[in-house]
């Protein structure tokens, strides 16, 4: 069995003016801002009013749904002025626009490079410094009370995964997606002179996925031990190959470890 999520917290319901602390709502808010992957649970027959709620709220926080962080280079300095730099056309911020928002933070020195096409928003999210950027899956329930058709239109909206609850309908859909969304890899073990275990796959995030990176999930110890590793799959070009700890494993590789 994969374990998809080390942590799956199923947190209380925000309400409009969570982000003030209504309902606790500070607290909720705060939880979730610590989080790889946000479900929003929506009811399909009015998703849209409660949906733009809890995404007005979740903003209030500084959470970011789905986007990546602005390409703005910004760095404070003692002196020079505000010297803005542009590798490509803005259709909102110019000079005037970008010293008028820094002079409200009371920064009146400081070197900002736009790398696209940004907006007044984003500049304020750099300078503030303290957003995050999470995944966010909605999850529309009681799709047994609409029709096929009104189905169809749901599956073509981005970051949306339809299902039944109570029926117990596309919960493999969702999985799917989350497995998606938290950009885990599956490495499978194969001990020498044995099959490879398709049962247990250890799993690593996207980004730390070397040999190294699996010998330490398993244990520390084992890397001081390690020798070379034998990989099949993806991340090779022949099956199997010899590699070093630096090797970079693709999903759904199989790996023999060889110690010393």
């Known amino acids: 069995m994969i374990q998809l999520l080390s942590v799956l917290l199923d947190l209380p319901g925000i309400i409009e003016g969570a982000k003030d602390g209504k309902g606790r709502g500070r607290q909720v808010i705060?939880?979730?801002?610590?989080?790889?992957?946000?479900?929003?649970?929506?009811?399909?027959?009015?998703?849209?009013?409660?949906?733009?709620?809890?995404?007005?709220?979740?903003?209030?926080?500084?959470?970011?749904?789905?986007?990546?962080?602005?390409?703005?280079?910004?760095?404070?300095?003692?002196?020079?002025?505000i010297n803005l730099t542009a590798t490509c056309p803005q259709s909102e911020l110019?000079?005037?626009?970008?010293?008028?928002?820094?002079?409200?933070?009371?920064?009146?020195?400081?070197?900002?490079?736009?790398?696209?096409?940004?907006?007044?928003?984003?500049?304020?999210?750099v300078v503030e410094?303290?957003?995050?950027?999470?995944?966010?899956?909605?999850?529309?329930?009681?799709?047994?009370?609409?029709?096929?058709?009104?189905?169809?239109?749901?599956?073509?909206?981005?970051h949306c995964v339809p299902i039944?609850?109570?029926?117990?309908?596309?919960?493999?859909?969702?999985?799917?997606?989350?497995?998606?969304?938290?950009?885990?890899?599956r490495i499978y073990t194969k001990p020498k002179g044995q099959l490879p275990d398709y049962t247990s796959p250890v799993v690593l995030p996207y980004s730390r996925t070397t040999v190294e990176d699996f010998c330490m999930k398993i244990h520390k110890n084992l890397?001081?031990?390690?020798?070379?590793?034998?990989?099949?799959?993806?991340?090779?070009?022949?099956?199997p190959q010899k590699v070093g700890k630096d090797h970079t494993l693709e999903d759904e590789d199989v790996i023999q470890i060889v110690k010393k």
């Open 30 to 81: 705060a939880v979730a801002r610590t989080c790889n992957l946000i479900l929003i649970v929506l009811d399909v027959l009015k998703p849209l009013g409660h949906k733009k709620i809890i995404e007005n709220e979740l903003e209030g926080f500084g959470i970011r749904l789905n986007s990546k962080p602005p390409n703005i280079g910004f760095k404070k300095k003692d002196k020079g002025g």
């Open 94 to 125: 110019d000079a005037e626009t970008v010293k008028s928002i820094l002079a409200e933070y009371k920064i009146h020195n400081a070197d900002v490079t736009l790398r696209s096409d940004a907006t007044a928003d984003d500049l304020i999210d």
């Open 129 to 158: 410094g303290n957003r995050v950027y999470i995944p966010c899956i909605y999850v529309l329930n009681k799709i047994d009370q609409i029709s096929i058709e009104e189905l169809d239109i749901i599956y073509k909206v981005p």
């Open 164 to 185: 039944s609850a109570h029926h117990r309908w596309n919960f493999d859909d969702l999985l799917e997606k989350i497995w998606d969304y938290l950009k885990l890899v």
């Open 223 to 239: 890397i001081k031990e390690f020798k070379y590793a034998l990989v099949w799959g993806l991340s090779v070009k022949h099956n």
